[in-house]
């Protein structure tokens, strides 16, 4: 008798604990194919993730793999648990909030210049034969050549390499091209008087030297300036305000997010892989797109906890090819620099708020390695930048002077007589010709470059001197940590994947084996090739060996 019932007891223990796995795994744990909405996405990755004893159990002693011919050492990666469904009604914020005192609109905004000429405390900054209170008049007394240049100017296609017979429209013409290049441009010094001015006296020269301007270069210009009460400007972020001297073995990272095509699968599907609370994530929106409502909706469930995603609210139009490329990853690493001081102003105890380093990404981007795998890689080496170079391929994106037009195309504007224009020499001479590099555009930047990059005034004036320049973005972030006194060390690969082989470019199925040791892989255009590099390279349960 004794034994039936404690035969009873046990068989009902097993029910109840199997009935108990069966609960937890399909309502707890819940699979990809179940999450099939944007709530229960960002709702099951957003909650935190309690993975310190996880990735402790299976950690090694080292990072390996940091060069592109080493075998792929893969380990394990973060595992989410769930700990709560109730997620709290917070508002996202999209505002780059600052703590500097000034007005809420500088004066490149408040007043409005005509022909390239931008506001500066309460005037306007002009060109000759232009000025005015707006730069609306000419001074014909000057016989100025450049106002003779639009009829003689062809127009070259910057993507095509061939010539446009048709009447391309540019927001800049021509003329005020030639006459900003003539009058002001070609005889800037670059690099002058670097340290003997005020903020003020240093931002007033850089307008009066390098213009035309436009909306682009005026918000750029508020991301890295405030104004005091009495209209003087002063740069925002200081050298090594945010610098700390350790960081954790797992560090936060900041991340940007450029969408010039708003593909909600692929933003959603992205997140979801990279997403930590720990972490930092900047999302740039083109200034063309209208309807982001559903983007903002997911951004919202992911901020109701850890509020550490932030939609710039100050966006760029963004042409191929133009300074637009670098504009809009400046104003993300303010912006990340910004969310630091909020994390430690709301978590005074918070050990290692900073991030180690600021990678971009697009929509394009899928990583292929998980979260922590990068941590411990980043961790390893804070102050490393793996930034790619190669000697330059084509000197006509510097010589020559490219602008922003109809189709947002670069346009390189050529002149019959270049005389009546000047040329190219203040941006050509600013460089040693000889050391000069490019590479891609995509990188992981270190926390003290990327801080450089916004407090100093070289790299400042640097960036504005490639205004006018093809495909900006593949050489600025080279030149810049070239040209700095910085003891950051420099790795020449940037852990992307791109199958160059192609003509497209595009990762399909077959190339999943990635034959260089790489974090992220570019080109990734579909759902299923997304899957499939989830399910062999991002699957926790199939990383663990």
Not at 313 to 328: L, M, N
Not at 458 to 468: C, D, G, V, Y
């Amino acid at each position: 008798m004794r034994r039936n019932v404690l035969i009873n007891i046990i068989m009902i223990f097993i029910c109840i604990t199997s009935l108990t796995i069966i609960t937890i795994t399909l309502y707890i744990i819940p699979t990809s194919h179940q999450l099939k909405n944007h709530n229960e996405i960002a709702e099951t990755v957003m909650n935190n993730y309690v993975y310190n004893s996880y990735v402790n159990k299976y950690k090694d002693t080292g990072v390996k793999g940091i060069h592109p011919n080493k075998k792929d050492h893969r380990k394990p990666a973060s595992k989410p648990v769930k700990i709560s469904r109730d997620l709290p009604k917070v508002e996202v914020s999209v505002n780059n909030s600052t703590d500097n005192e000034g007005p809420s609109e500088i004066s490149v905004f408040s007043i409005n210049c005509e022909n390239g000429g931008i506001g500066f405390t309460d005037k306007c900054i002009c060109s000759p034969p232009y000025h005015g209170d707006h730069c609306e008049q000419i001074d014909q007394s000057l016989n100025d050549p450049c106002l003779a240049v639009d009829e003689s100017a062809k127009k070259l296609m910057g993507r095509t390499d061939t010539y446009n017979d048709t009447n391309v429209h540019c927001p800049i013409s021509a003329t005020v091209d030639c006459c900003w290049k003539r009058n002001k441009r070609s005889s800037t010094k670059v690099f002058d008087q670097q340290e003997s001015t005020s903020d003020h006296q240093y931002l007033e020269r850089i307008l009066s030297s390098y213009g035309p301007w436009n909306e682009n270069d005026k918000i750029i210009i508020d991301y890295l300036f405030t104004q005091n009460n009495n209209k003087h400007y002063h740069l925002k972020y200081k050298k090594d305000e945010h610098q700390q001297t350790s960081f954790s073995d797992k560090p936060s990272i900041a991340y940007s997010i450029n969408i010039e095509e708003l593909d909600m699968e692929r933003f959603e599907a992205l997140l979801k892989v990279i997403y930590r609370p720990k972490h930092y994530y900047i999302i740039h929106i083109d200034k063309r797109l209208n309807d982001i409502k559903g983007l903002m909706d997911v951004v919202k469930l992911y901020n109701s906890k850890s509020g550490n995603i932030r939609v710039l609210d100050k966006r760029f139009v963004g042409s191929w090819g133009s300074i637009a490329s670098v504009y809009y990853e400046i104003a993300s690493i303010a912006v990340a620099q910004d969310m630091v001081k909020q994390r430690q102003k709301d978590a005074p105890n918070h050990k290692h708020p900073e991030w180690s380093h600021f990678i971009n990404l697009s929509l394009d981007d899928f990583p292929t390695k998980n979260v922590v795998d990068l941590e411990r890689f980043l961790g390893s080496k804070p102050r490393m930048n793996y930034i790619e170079k190669r000697p330059r391929t084509s000197e006509n994106r510097k010589s020559k002077t490219w602008m922003e037009c109809d189709d947002n195309q670069m346009i390189n504007i050529e002149y019959q007589n270049t005389d009546h224009c000047g040329s190219n020499d203040y941006f050509l001479s600013s460089y040693n010709n000889e050391t000069l590099v490019e590479g891609s555009q995509w990188h992981f930047l270190s926390n003290s470059f990327a801080n450089y990059l916004l407090s100093s005034r070289k790299s400042i004036e640097r960036l504005f001197s490639m205004k006018f320049t093809l495909i900006p973005e593949e050489t600025f972030f080279q030149l810049a940590l070239l040209e700095s006194n910085l003891s950051d060390e420099w790795v020449d690969y940037n852990y992307r994947f791109t199958p160059l082989h192609k003509e497209n470019r595009e990762v399909d199925e077959n190339d999943l084996d990635f034959k260089f040791e790489s974090y992220f892989t570019s080109k990734v255009k579909s759902k299923e090739v997304r899957d499939s590099i989830t399910e062999k390279h991002l699957n926790f349960r199939h990383n663990i060996k």
